[in-house]
């Protein structure tokens, strides 16, 4: 296959922009020093780049997992910018196509069966290979005034928001360049690995419990460097979910962020998945891989039928969960709506926990054979 041709400009960003943040943040460093204002600076862009990126271009446009108030689209759209990873249409048309094709090796852009370098980088310094981006699909974005702004005014955005902005702020400082050196090309520079580690590492490195359909991996490591992507199975399995990280403890500053707007009324429309349907698809998973385990040992075939049995318990306690709850929370609708503020029928209530008890008891046996099974297998 011939490659196509290198992009001259993103090939010169990305590799004169870490020189100058390996040798010229330091040099500029030891010379004048740097400011407490100045590394405050390079902390609040690294945030609002990383979270521009997140939290705006891919769950807000990429995946609408949310709406957002124009204030904060604006917002995402200025720093986007800064982050200078392409406006947010052709970003959101390559990520489309990178879930729509995962691990193609042709038409997911950034696939990462071709590898950590291409996968990291190496995609962005070539061409792309059928010559454009689709953006023309993406009308549901164009509908949005901010993101055909954005995209209009795209180039002049990023050299105000990268060099613009760093200098003014230096200069109301009344040091023009330590702003610039920090909060303008070392934060750039990070925040392009750091956001690119989601493409290549979160592919390659971690655990896969909701589903082994493709490469993304979850791994709580990685969250703490790609402000909170780094549970990328989860998010390739659910990608509708305003949520990456779904634990309370899971480091997921985007959902955060995303939560915490959405309680002063700049976002609404907050999607999860329901907590059945993402329990089901770990068992699933768990299901598969007690499969391979039998298959691998053939010494334990007999535990086959068992396997089978323990399975659908597990699923018939989850699915009859489910059902408790539902009914339970239309009990309380009915109850509200009629406005009365008596709470739903104890019974309702009462059944519900039974049946979550349940699917718990159900779920320690299961978890106990699939355990059993991978201990024996290896
Ligand atoms: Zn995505
Ligand atoms: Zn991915």
Not at 122 to 143: F, M, T
Request: hydrophobic share 45%.
């Amino acid at each position: 296959m011939k490659k196509p041709k290198f992009i001259v400009e993103n090939v010169a960003i990305l590799s004169l922009t870490p020189l100058v943040a390996l040798i010229g943040v330091p040099w500029y460093g030891i010379v004048s020093g740097y400011t407490l204002f100045e590394w405050s600076m390079f902390f609040v862009f690294l945030m609002s780049t990383g979270l521009a990126i997140t939290a705006g271009y891919h769950r807000l446009w990429s995946h609408r997992t949310y709406k957002a108030h124009a204030i904060i689209r604006v917002f995402y759209a200025l720093f986007g910018a800064a982050s200078l990873q392409n406006s947010i249409l052709h970003w959101s048309a390559d990520h489309r196509n990178h879930h729509r094709y995962v691990d193609d090796l042709t038409k997911d852009p950034y696939s990462a069966k071709r590898g950590f370098w291409f996968s990291h980088i190496g995609w962005i310094l070539r061409a792309y290979p059928s010559g454009k981006h689709d953006i023309a699909e993406l009308k549901d974005l164009q509908r949005d005034p901010i993101v055909r702004w954005q995209h209009r005014w795209y180039i002049p955005l990023a050299i105000f928001m990268n060099l613009g902005l760093p200098l003014f702020l230096g200069y109301l400082h009344n040091r023009l360049w330590g702003t610039f050196f920090l909060a303008g090309i070392l934060r750039m520079v990070l925040n392009h690995h750091f956001t690119f580690f989601i493409n290549s590492l979160a592919h390659m490195w971690g655990s896969q419990s909701f589903s082994t359909d493709n490469s993304a991996r979850d791994n709580g490591f990685l969250a703490i460097f790609t402000y909170g992507e780094g549970y990328h199975n989860f998010h390739h399995r659910f990608q509708s979910d305003y949520r990456n990280g779904i634990a309370w403890y899971h480091y997921d500053p985007a959902k955060w962020l995303i939560r915490t707007l959405s309680w002063i009324g700049l976002a609404d429309g907050l999607k999860t998945m329901s907590p059945f349907q993402i329990e089901k698809a770990k068992i699933l998973v768990q299901r598969e891989k007690a499969l391979r385990n039998l298959e691998k040992n053939n010494t334990l075939a007999h535990l086959q039928q068992s396997l089978e049995e323990k399975y659908h318990q597990a699923i018939q306690a989850l699915e009859a969960w489910s059902a408790a709850s539902q009914e339970w929370q239309q009990k309380m609708r009915a109850k509200v709506e009629k406005g009365s503020k008596a709470l739903a029928d104890l019974h309702m209530k009462e059944r519900y926990q039974e049946m979550k008890l349940n699917f718990q008891n159900h779920m320690v046996e299961w978890k106990r054979l699939c355990a059993q099974l991978s201990t024996v297998a290896a």
